[in-house]
C-alpha cells in the first residue's frame, strides 16, 4: 500500500513515517522545504508551496491514503502574519492537495485522514465533549479548526473516506507543549497556569500516531477525539509533572493577565479548557497503552 504523507518532517509525521516503514507502507510525502527531500526505498519526498499552488502530482501515484498533518507552529506569537500562516498552512494546504488530486486523469485515493485539534470544541469547565457537538469554540484557533476540517470535508466530493483526528495535548518529550512544562519543573520553578481548573485532554504520543494508524487500517472514517480516557486538569498535570520528577512546587499560580501580558492572545493556549471523550475511538476497537497520565509520565520521564 502507498501513503502519502504532508507533515511528515513534523513531531507527529516523523513517528507516522517510522510506523509505516516498519510495516512495509510505502512512504511518499510532501515537504515545503527542499532540503527535506529524500529518496529511499519505500521513503520518497516531494516539494510543494501551498502558498502558490505549486505541488509535484506525481506525489500522488500509487497513493491509497493520504495523512494530512501540515500545518504552521501554534506556539508562535500571534501576530497578524502568524495567524495568516497558522490557518492558510492548513486550510490552503488541503486545498492545494484536493486541486492536485482533481487535476488527475486518475487516481486510486480512497481515504484521507487529516490531523485537527480538540480547540474546536467551547472552551468550558463543566462540559464533556464528544464528536457530536456541533457548537464551536469562539476564538482564533476554533476558528481554525472549523475552517479546517470544513476544507477536508471537500474530499467527499471526490469519493474519498474522510477521517478527521481531533488531537489534544500532545505528550511527547520531542516536541509540543510537555518539553515546556518540564523544563521549569526540573528548576524547581514548576507553576499552574490561572486557578489551574482548565481541563488538558492530554495524549501520549505513543497513542496518537496509532491512532492514525488504526484508521489506515481500518480505512475508518468520521470525527475521532484523539484524547486519552482520562483527562486531568492544569493543576493536577503539572503537580504530577512535578511529582514524577521527584520536585518541589513552591511557586504561586501564574495569573491569567501576567500570560497575556507575556503572550498576548497566544495565552489562551494555556488557559483553555475541554474535556473531551475517548469513547468513540474506543468503541472503534482502539485500546490505548496510556489511558492514565501517571504511567504516561513515567514513560516520558524515566
Ligand atoms: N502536537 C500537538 O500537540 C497537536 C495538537 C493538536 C493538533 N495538532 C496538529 O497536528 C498536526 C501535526 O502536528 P505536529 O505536532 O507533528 O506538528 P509539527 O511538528 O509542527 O509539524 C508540522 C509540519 O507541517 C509542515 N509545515 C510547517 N509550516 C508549514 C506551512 N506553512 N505550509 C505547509 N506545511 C507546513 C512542516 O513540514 P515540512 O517542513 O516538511 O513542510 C512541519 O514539519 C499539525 O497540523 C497540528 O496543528 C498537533
Not at 19 to 48: A, H, M, P
Not at 192 to 212: L, P
Not at 215 to 243: D, H, R
Amino acid at each position: 500500500m502507498g501513503v502519502l504523507i504532508t507533515g511528515a518532517t513534523g513531531l507527529l509525521g516523523t513517528r507516522i513515517v517510522e510506523l509505516c516503514l516498519q510495516k512495509d507502507v510505502r512512504v511518499k510525502y510532501l515537504t515545503t522545504s527542499k532540503e527535506k527531500i529524500v529518496s529511499k526505498k519505500n521513503y520518497k519526498g516531494y516539494y510543494w508551496n501551498p502558498e502558490t499552488n505549486e505541488i509535484d502530482t506525481d506525489c500522488f501515484k500509487d497513493v491509497k491514503v493520504i495523512i494530512h498533518l501540515a500545518g504552521g507552529t501554534v506556539s508562535k506569537r500571534w501576530t497578524p502574519s502568524n495567524k495568516k500562516e497558522i490557518l492558510d498552512s492548513r486550510v490552503i494546504s488541503t486545498r492545494v492537495l484536493h486541486r492536485g488530486i482533481r487535476s488527475l486523469p486518475n487516481h486510486n485515493v480512497l481515504q484521507i485522514i487529516s490531523a485537527s485539534g480538540i480547540n474546536i470544541y467551547p472552551d468550558s469547565l463543566t462540559k464533556y465533549y464528544n464528536e457530536s457537538e456541533t457548537e464551536t469554540d469562539d476564538s482564533f484557533l476554533g476558528d481554525v479548526v472549523k475552517a479546517w476540517e470544513a476544507e477536508v470535508d471537500t474530499f467527499f466530493g471526490l469519493n474519498i473516506k474522510v477521517a478527521k483526528v481531533r488531537i489534544g495535548l500532545v505528550l511527547s518529550n520531542d516536541g509540543g507543549a510537555f518539553p515546556e512544562f518540564k523544563k521549569p519543573t526540573e528548576l524547581g520553578l514548576g507553576a499552574v497556569f490561572g486557578k489551574g481548573e482548565q481541563w488538558q485532554s492530554w495524549i501520549h504520543i505513543d497513542d496518537v500516531v496509532r491512532v492514525f494508524m488504526y484508521l489506515l487500517k481500518y480505512c475508518g472514517e468520521g470525527t475521532f477525539n484523539a484524547v486519552a480516557p482520562n483527562p486531568v486538569t492544569q493543576s493536577e498535570l503539572i503537580k504530577s509533572i512535578a511529582k514524577t520528577m521527584d520536585k518541589p512546587m513552591f511557586l504561586p499560580n501564574i495569573p491569567r493577565v501576567v500570560m497575556k501580558l507575556v503572550l498576548g492572545e497566544m495565552h489562551d493556549l494555556l488557559f483553555s479548557s475541554q474535556r473531551v471523550s475517548s469513547k468513540k475511538i474506543e468503541e472503534e476497537g482502539f485500546v490505548f497503552k496510556y489511558p492514565n497520565l501517571q504511567p504516561a509520565l513515567l514513560e516520558l520521564l524515566s
